[in-house]
């Protein structure tokens, strides 16, 4: 059974936590998209210099052989690219940013991990515990936006997460469960049905673009299609799905998603009925490890 709906309180959105989280969050967003978009045309490329190469075997002409070649010049031109723009890297390395930003904004509002009431100088560990994740991270490829000390450490804490961190156990307890909690559960729970339906359709087209591999092997094996490469054209599109399966993780992320949102509503339930505020911080500390990336990515290797 699911737990209740936490009632009215104050609404914390992405806009209310720190603005390195925003210019990260629309960074890793923007290359995620630059990542994926030249993968795709790379694969298209392929496909496109295969059929052109089957067309100059069939016709005999220098033509679709010229096209055939600049195609595939500009396939390795396109993995060239990629390499030296590392936006995948760049990408998950802002990713990571934002997501550390979010994690530590919200286990500081509600009084959450290390951030608990005890603690008798919130700011300066959140200063502490920012910066020293940062430093990591900059080594890996995240360019840091901010310019002067007034932006770095405790300037990232906005004023409606230190009003929110001044609320009682209840209040901070309800905005928690409904704000973050409930909000990943959905998200979880959405994404994992988007990336089923994706696996789906993929596998399809892998599975009928196979099979159309075969067929054309056969009949060109009883001397049908004599000419026509259509296997080597079907089995190149086949592998093309494959890859763009691979590389968006369709599988392996339904999997992933699917067990997150299961474990968050059991923890929903938990924190709703039976945490107390002396169980609070830990509570919230085990929340954070459930929606963070790298969760999603170890339970993701058992998903294939």
Do not use: C
């Not at 290359?31 to 075997?57: D, I, K, N, P």
């Not at 700011?123 to 991270?137: D, K, Q, T, V």
């Not at 901010?146 to 009003?163: E, K, L, S, V």
């Amino acid at each position: 059974m699911s737990a209740a709906v936490p009632g009215p309180s104050t609404m914390v959105s992405d806009r209310d936590l720190p603005p390195l989280f925003q210019s990260s969050d629309q960074w890793a967003i923007a290359r995620q998209s630059e990542s994926f978009r030249v993968v795709r045309t790379q694969l298209f490329v392929l496909l496109a210099a295969t059929t052109a190469a089957m067309l100059a075997e069939r016709l005999d002409s220098r033509v679709p052989a010229v096209v055939a070649a600049v195609l595939y010049a500009a396939s390795i031109g396109l993995g060239l690219h990629i390499a030296r723009r590392r936006a995948r890297t760049r990408w998950q390395a802002h990713r990571a940013a934002a997501e550390l930003l979010k994690s530590l904004a919200w286990q500081y509002m509600v009084h959450g991990g290390p951030f608990h009431s005890r603690v008798p100088h919130p700011e300066a560990l959140f200063e502490e515990h920012l910066e020293a994740r940062l430093r990591e991270l900059r080594k890996v490829g995240w360019q840091d936006p901010r310019n002067g000390p007034a932006a770095r450490g405790a300037g990232q804490i906005t004023a409606t997460m230190r009003a929110v961190r001044s609320k009682a156990f209840e209040v901070r307890r309800d905005i928690y469960l409904r704000d973050r909690l409930l909000e990943q559960q959905l998200w979880y729970k959405n994404r994992a049905a988007q990336a089923h339906r994706a696996a789906a359709l993929w596998s399809s087209v892998t599975a009928l673009l196979t099979l159309l591999a075969l067929m054309a092997a056969v009949l060109r094996a009883l001397g049908m299609f004599d000419g026509w490469d259509l296997t080597g054209l079907f089995s190149t599109a086949a592998a093309a799905g494959v890859a763009w399966q691979e590389l968006r993780r369709h599988r392996p992320l339904t999997y992933a998603h699917s067990l997150v949102e299961q474990d968050l509503d059991t923890l929903r339930v938990a924190m709703t009925t039976t945490v107390t505020e002396s169980g609070w911080a830990d509570a919230v500390t085990e929340a954070e490890r459930l929606v963070s990336p790298q969760h999603s990515d170890w339970l993701g290797t058992f998903g294939r």
